[in-house]
Each structure stands twice: as C-alpha cells, then as structure tokens.
C-alpha cells in the first residue's frame, strides 16, 4: 500500500517521430492510498497506456512516478510491488486454482504456512475456498477472472492492485456482486484500487474518485456526484448519464441568462465576463421536467417520442431543429402533442469552447 | 446446395486428387499382390505370398524400420531442444536479432544432398577435416562412417543440422503469435525466467509443439538422401533405413511386387504410430 504519484508523465508510443503522436498527454496526478479509482474513457483514450505506466510494463516517454515518494520510473514490474487484472482472465493453466493464488507468494519465497493462510483468506474473499483443489482450467471465465484478481490481493504488501476492464466477461448479476467485493476488500485491506472501465456505471458505482479521460487527455477528476451534476467540459457531459446531456448552442442574454431561439432560460452562473460566441447550455435530462406552476425558464416543446423504460418515461422532443430528452416520473400523463418543460436554474451548466464556466 | 453443375466444378480437383494419391495407392496394393520382378515382369496374382515373406522371413525390413524408429525420434527430439532454445533466443530483443533469424535458416535453404557430400568430405575418415582437428587436439581419428554405432550418430547430426531451422521456424512463428498478458500477469507475479518458460511459454507453446513435432517426425520417417550420400546405409545394414531398403528391394533389386509389399505395410504402420504419437502427445503436453 502506498501513495501513487504520476509526475509530469505523458507517453508516446512513436518517439522517434519527428511529431509523436501522443497516447498520453502530459499530466500530473496523486493517487492516494487505500483509495478506489475509476479510469473512464472511452477506447483508445490512454486508459491503458496508464495504467501499464504505473506498473512497469511500459517506460512512460517523460516525467517520473514515485511509489511513497521513492522514484520507481525505471524499475521493473517484477520489483515495483504492483499487481493488476487484464481484461481477460490470465491464469496458469497447468496448475491448480490453489497454486495459481499462491504462484505470486512462492514467486516471493513467502513460507508455507504464510502462504497458506493468505490463500485460504482471499479465497474465502472470493467465494473460490471450495475449487482449490481443481485444475485452474476446468473453472468458468468468471471464476478464472476471479483467480486473476486473487493473485492481485494475495499479496498484502502490493501497492495497488490496477484492473483493466476485469469485469468484461463477467454477467451483469455477479458483476453487481463483485463490484461489491471489491469495495469490500477496500475496505478490509485497505488496499489501492484502480479499475479501468469504459462503462460509466461500473466507475460511478466504484469509485470514490472518476479520473475522465478523453485522447490522451485528463478532463475531469472528481467525485461520481461531480461528474454527473457539472461536467467540467461538453465531453463529459456527453460520454456520462444516459442519455447523454443536452447540450444547445445559445446565445448570452444578461449576465446570468443566455437565450435559445427566443426563449430566455436562467442560469446560476455569472456570465459577465463572458464573450458572446461558442456559448453552450447544458442540463442532463434527469433535471428537465414538465412544467407545473413555474413562471420561468419554461420551453415549450413539440413531442416527438415517448419511451417507457419501466422505472422512467424517456420524452423526446424537438423545440425548432433542437432536440430535448427529457427522463420523466412515469406516472406522468402526457396528454397533449405541446408541453412546456422547465429548466431548473441551478441545474443549468454554460460552457463556453465547450469547457464549464 | 442444390447445384446441378458441382461435379463439373469438382472434376479437375478430383481427377487431380484420383491422379497423384488414389490410383497410386491402389496400384500400389494390386501390385503388393503380384509377384512382378526382373524375371517376370508382369502384374501375375500370387495372392498374400508376399506379406507371408515380409512377416515371416525379413528380420532386416524390421531392423531397419527400428532404426529408423530410433533415427527419426532421437533426431526430431534434438530438433525440438535446439530448434526451441535458438527461437526463445531471436524472440526476445536482442541485438542483430533479424540477422540471427536469417542464419539460423541457412541449412534450411541449402540442397540436402548437396550439404550431405558436403558433410561426407568433412567426416571423411583419413582425408577429412573433423578427424584432422581432432587429431591436433590429441583425439585419435575417429570412425565417422565406418563404425556401426558411430556412423547412426553421424547420420543423426547431419540431419539435425539440416532440419533443426525448420523447427526453430514454425516455433519462432509460434512464440511471436502467443498472446502478451499471460507473460505480463507473470512478470507482475513475480516469476523468474525458469518459472516462465515451465508455467507460461511451455503450456502456450504445447499445440504448436505437437503439430512442429509431428510434420517433422514424418519429414523424418522418410530419412533417404542423408543415408543413400553419406553412408549408403553401411557399414553393412548398420544405417539402414525402411526407405532405404525399400529403394534396394524395388529399384536395385527389382522386385517390383515385393517393394510394393513394403511400401504398403510401411505407409499402415507410419499412419497408426503417428496416429498414436499425436494422440499421446496431446494427451501429455496439452491440459484442457
């Protein structure tokens, strides 16, 4: 366990080019320990490419990383005490779902006993204490996903464990469970964890910090909440919730109300600084509703679709080319082809160059 | 598939196919049948006659078949061994690596009977250079060709001169196929190079393996050019190979109808132990 620091890094796989491309811009970050973080972007974003950054299996291009403040840059995976979780499960084939937990520990010449009682606790942990005995390859992908993620936590001494999307071949109802181990063995060992995902709800319901990734590029750190309610750029907005956020040119009316076609909507935010082009507005369809008794900030909108999702009504409107998505209480009865929907101020976000004012 | 026309489309792979591998095999078991030889050169029928004299009263078909047994094995295991170590060796990053790739081909691409005068003019027991160095080390001359149980060993390294950059080859094309975690997830667990190679690279490589193994041990069952140029199966029968006296029989000694007898019999036993051999290699390297 220990603290992660990625100073300055950034990577390029073309270095002798004369203009690299880069898979991982120039960036700085602390990973604090016993900490969950979640790496979400979407593919080929350098997800990865930072992730094998920090354990060894790749030289980052520039910059250093240190493990407790000790510089590990040019040390090899096998010394950085680092385990991590592929995409798919990698487990030894030939030897039994017991060696394959205690591999990592012999490896390291722990002592028998040592070595026993740590397989016997994190197969408990992972529900495998009544396979050990069975050849590794007689399990099912997700049992051998799970022994992949068991040599990861059998070492206790492991700075983090990093996961890259470990829970891809993995069904929906274990998945639910093992997101909840995980957060478990957090808890218990206290152990850094970072999981790659290119799914917004595995990293929302991970996490205690969402590192956005987009080309090569960190665009936003922040708590699940964060992510969700202020989107630092259009991207984020964009690529979390779902539907994605609406998103509408405008253009600035007063210092705190921009304007859409002819409808004036409010916002909390202090537009005064601001110049008057490439302004957008954004709000997440979870906070437009259909309008009761409000004075202000009402749009009035054609509807186009009606979708019942069950626990949600998904409207789809149009108001002039503009396209509105609006998740609404499913009780609600929507009688008329016109409503008015209302955009909560505080709810509202501007972006300007598609970045949050 | 309802189509009217297919045999037309199939005829000339077929007539190809009957050509080269059916009519041949046919003819060869009407021919085992017959007692065709020098003195009566026609396709008689004497019945099993044949098979009776090769089962009953050939002891030398069957010494030259277990040495070629033990020729082909010893020869493809050494293959395996040094063909494995030379491509673990060019996989990794090393310097000059494609230009070891390259050498290590070299013997691949020469002319087997070619190499084997070659290699008879090195082993050449008075005249030959192996004997002169040796004899400046102090080593007396050594009986390459002429010692019965030297001479199977001289046999054997030519040929695994000749046929190890085949399997260093597909084992190289093996290796460079196999996918990057499994090596990842085991430097990351800590392994040292030893337990890599038994726990990752070795169970990865088994049905490469297995298929690198069985195309050459029937490359190598078929050993006729190296023995015909280097010893011409001597001293007496000691580097005989089922081949090699099948060649005597049928094209020295004419004997048509009983050449034909062996040729059959040899292709049903190579069939069944190569058979066997694939089956009880899967059955030890591979563990699914």
């Known amino acids: ?357 | 598939m309802n189509f009217k026309h297919k045999y037309v489309f199939l005829f000339p792979g077929l007539f190809v196919l009957i050509g080269i591998l059916i009519f041949p095999i046919i003819f060869t078991i009407r021919l085992s049948l017959s007692g065709w030889n020098s003195y009566t050169p026609e396709m008689n029928f004497i019945g099993i006659t044949n098979y009776i004299r090769l089962f009953t009263d050939d002891p030398r078909f069957w010494e030259s078949f277990f040495r070629l047994s033990f020729l082909s094995v010893t020869t493809v295991i050494l293959q395996y061994i040094i063909g494995f170590a030379l491509a673990l060796i060019v996989w990794r990053e090393i310097k000059f690596k494609r230009f070891f790739r390259v050498i290590f081909l070299i013997p691949m691409m020469t002319t087997p009977v070619i190499m084997t005068v070659i290699w008879r003019t090195f082993f050449h027991e008075s005249l030959g250079p192996v004997n002169d160095l040796l004899g400046n080390l102090g080593v007396k001359p050594i009986l390459w060709l002429s010692d019965p149980v030297i001479a199977k060993f001289t046999v054997i390294i030519v040929e695994v001169w000749q046929w190890t950059p085949f399997m260093f080859l597909l084992l190289l094309a093996g290796l460079l196929s196999l996918p990057k975690e499994p090596f990842l997830a085991a430097a990351i667990d800590g392994a040292s190079p030893f337990r890599k190679f038994v726990y990752v690279t070795f169970p990865l490589m088994a049905p490469i393996s297995i298929g690198a193994i069985i195309i050459r041990l029937i490359e190598a069952s078929k050993i006729m050019d190296t023995v015909f140029v280097l010893t011409s199966g001597g001293p007496g029968t000691a580097t005989e190979t089922s081949s090699f006296y099948i060649y005597i029989k049928g094209l020295r000694e004419f004997q048509m109808g009983y050449a034909a007898t062996l040729s059959f019999t040899y292709l049903v036993i190579m069939i069944i132990s190569l058979t066997i051999i694939a089956k009880v290699l899967t059955k030890l390297m591979i563990k699914e």
């Open chain 1, 1 to 357: 366990m220990a603290k992660i620091d990625l100073s300055n890094i950034s990577h390029t796989y073309n270095p002798k080019d004369l203009e690299p491309t880069y898979a991982l811009n120039p960036f700085s970050m602390t990973w604090e320990n016993g900490k969950r973080y979640a790496i979400l972007g979407p593919s080929g974003c350098g997800k990865t490419t930072m992730l094998n950054i920090v354990s060894g299996l790749i030289k980052p291009t520039q910059g250093r990383i240190l493990f407790d403040n000790k510089d590990v840059t040019s040390q090899k995976t096998e010394t950085r005490n680092i385990s991590q979780v592929f995409q798919f499960p990698v487990i030894y084939n030939t030897m039994s779902v017991y060696d394959n937990l205690a591999f990592p520990l012999k490896c390291r010449d722990f002592e028998k006993n040592k070595i026993e009682e740590r397989v016997q606790s994190v197969s408990e942990t992972l529900n495998l204490s009544s396979f050990l005995n069975m050849p590794a390859r007689k399990l099912t992908a997700d049992q051998k996903q799970l022994i992949s993620l068991g040599r990861g936590l059998v070492r206790e001494d492991v700075a983090a464990v990093l996961m890259d999307e470990p829970l891809t071949v993995i069904d929906p109802d274990l998945k639910f469970r093992l997101r909840r181990n995980l957060k478990e063995i957090n808890e218990e060992y206290k152990t850094t964890l970072v999981y790659v995902t290119h799914d917004q709800n595995e990293a929302m319901t991970f996490a205690d910090n969402i590192i956005v990734m987009d080309q090569g590029e960190i665009v936003q750190v922040g708590l699940p909440k964060d992510l969700f309610e202020r989107p630092k750029t259009t991207f984020v907005g964009y690529f979390i919730g779902s539907p994605a956020m609406n998103l509408f040119g405008t253009q600035l009316h007063t210092d705190n109300s921009v304007k859409i076609n002819d409808t004036i909507i409010k916002t909390n935010t202090n537009l005064s600084k601001l110049k008057n082009n490439n302004i957008k507005l954004g709000i997440r369809s979870e906070f437009v509703k259909v309008a009761k008794d409000e004075s202000e900030n009402l749009v009035e909108v054609n509807i186009q679709k009606i979708e019942d999702f069950g626990n949600f009504k998904l409207l789809t409107t149009k108001m002039g080319q503009l396209t509105i998505k609006s998740k609404i209480n499913r009780e609600i009865e929507i009688a008329n082809d016109k409503v008015k929907l209302h955009f909560p101020p505080e709810k509202c976000c501007v972006y300007q160059n598609n970045k949050l004012i």
